[in-house]
């Protein structure tokens, strides 16, 4: 028995060693592979994005193990995406080439088409020319064939989204209507105050736009490109508008920003205070946003925000990367000091601090309790702590904590 893998002008090397330096260098290269994929941001990702993703077509293609294991993973946390990834799947799978495997059942009835061909024609007939394509020449024509009519589709919704969009746009908008407008050409925010003493904080690059009637018709209209934070005066009787490109955000009275830049993929609003109802211009008729004492479209409260694609028109509710503190009673934030407290009381002190809405099974979770001191971290880092202390786990979802457990015992 070899021990050693030898050759006459080489030095011989150690199996063993090889192995387990080969194992190393595969778990490095997955570990890598994984990193690269948690940096991404999947649940932004449309068609397109995943068809052109390398991790993604690698999965497709190769089904490897832990491929499997993260985008099974990460469809259970995203059921929403379901659709999208079923689609994107199957466009690849139709691109990708299938191995030609001929068993010799196919191989005889070729050649006995040949065989019959051949004994049809006259003796003293020419041979006529015959084109071969083989398979790979046939699969290209196919996906050609393929990439054009999949092209011809993706030019009619971008040349219909671009002629939607415009339609919205900021300088398509304002130029017919009598309007007031301010532009901070400026290195930093300008604060405004509107006639109806609502507070704009334009940010650098921004322009708005209102009516010269602002604070005496039925509604409170201002057109916005770029981005800023309006503090609203309170009067359902007169909704507050803020038309930014494809969406406009209405509100009865509250603190917001939204962010809507034409060169941005992304229209943002997020909420500080209060609440507000965001819509879609295309899908909604003016009078429905103009209706006095009544929200619609989708709502967002404190410490949420939502996330609008331009490419695929698609509204997405989330958290704030960093909520903040909402309640003006310093108690509640100074006896976060918890000793085996019930996790009902925990959860009910943590929601009402930040606004935030926690969903989890209360039976499944009555026996839980929590010991921490919770006073100087920050949202994320006090759930990370509450749901480590219970032996549970958490996801965002529609701007809502959802809590997974097993339950205690």
Same mark, same amino acid.
């Given at each position: ?61 190769? *089904? ?7 985008? %099974?993973?990460?469809?259970? /946390?995203?059921? @929403?995406?379901? #659709?999208?990834? =079923? ?116 940010? *650098? ?7 010269? %009637?602002?604070?005496?018709? /039925?509604?409170? @209209?201002?057109? #916005?490109?770029? =981005? ?182």
């Amino acid at each position: 028995m070899l021990n050693n893998f030898c050759s006459p002008n080489l030095t011989c090397t150690n199996p063993k060693k090889t192995f387990r330096k080969s194992s190393r260098i595969i778990l490095i290269r997955e570990l890598i592979i994984i990193a690269q994929k948690i940096m991404k941001d999947f649940r932004l990702f449309d068609i397109y994005d995943f068809l052109t993703d390398d991790d993604f077509i690698r999965w497709v293609q190769e *089904a490897k193990k832990e491929d499997n294991e993260f985008w %099974n993973n990460w469809l259970a /946390q995203h059921p @929403d995406k379901h #659709l999208t990834i =079923e689609e994107a799947r199957r466009i690849l799978q139709i691109l990708t080439p299938r191995k030609s495997a001929i068993d010799d059942l196919e191989k005889e009835i070729e050649v006995k088409k040949l065989l019959d061909t051949i004994g049809a024609q006259p003796i003293d007939q020419p041979e006529p020319r015959v084109l071969h394509i083989s398979h790979n020449k046939k699969w290209w024509y196919a996906a050609a064939v393929f990439f054009i009519a999949l092209a011809a589709t993706i030019s009619y919704f971008v040349l219909t989204r671009n002629a939607t969009a415009g339609k919205f746009d900021y300088t398509s908008v304002t130029p017919s209507k009598q309007l007031v407008e301010n532009v901070n050409s400026s290195a930093n925010p300008v604060r405004l105050v509107l006639p109806d003493e609502s507070i704009v904080e334009l940010s *650098a690059g921004s322009r708005i736009a209102y009516g010269n %009637n602002f604070d005496s018709s /039925q509604t409170r @209209d201002v057109y #916005l490109s770029g =981005e800023a934070t309006f503090t609203v005066v309170k009067n359902p009787a007169h909704p507050f508008r803020v038309f930014a490109n494809e969406i406009v955000t209405k509100v009865l009275g509250t603190t917001f920003t939204v962010r809507s830049f034409n060169k941005d993929s992304i229209i943002q609003v997020t909420v500080r205070t209060g609440k507000v109802s965001v819509y879609s211009q295309e899908n909604t008729s003016n009078s429905e946003t103009g209706m006095p004492n009544q929200l619609g479209g989708i709502i967002l409260t404190v410490n949420q925000e939502l996330l609008y694609k331009k490419s695929n028109r698609e509204f997405k509710k989330t958290l704030l990367q960093n909520p903040v503190v909402i309640t003006r009673d310093t108690v509640d934030q100074k006896t976060m000091v918890y000793d085996d407290a019930p996790l009902e009381k925990v959860f009910a002190q943590l929601s009402k601090i930040y606004g935030v809405s926690i969903v989890y099974d209360n039976d499944l979770m009555k026996k839980c309790t929590v010991t921490a001191d919770l006073r100087s971290e920050a949202f994320y880092r006090k759930l990370d702590l509450i749901c480590k202390a219970i032996g549970a786990n958490y996801e965002i979802i529609d701007g809502q904590v959802v809590i997974q457990s097993n339950g205690c015992e």
